[in-house]
């Protein structure tokens, strides 16, 4: 049982790293918004907006989620069953999360 616990402590670190990650990018896409009110944004940035805005599009139902009761435990399990209605931080590689 109480290796269940140590996943689960695991699990909800590696969530908040997650959610840390996606904050990040978040406050670059504010960047980027603020930039394309004065100059054209290249492609790449471009490509950066919309990735961010559908990611952000996505965090919405995770966030309620995560604000449930036990969400912190159920959070693992919609990554595992839906990967692809998850935020690109949430899909990554543990070994990507920890750079």
């Known amino acids: 049982m109480s290796t269940t616990v140590t996943e ?18 978040s406050k670059e896409l504010v960047f980027l918004l603020k930039k394309s009110t004065q100059h054209k944004l290249t492609e790449e940035e471009r490509g950066k907006v919309k990735q961010q805005l559908f990611d952000i599009c996505k965090s919405i139902p995770s966030f309620a989620v995560f604000m449930l009761p036990g969400g912190a435990i159920l959070l693992p399990l919609l990554i595992k069953l839906i990967p692809e209605m998850l935020p690109s931080a949430f899909r990554e590689d543990d070994e990507e999360l920890n750079k």
């Open 8 to 25: 689960i402590k695991e699990s909800i670190q590696k969530n908040k790293k997650r959610l840390a990650k996606e904050i990040k990018e």
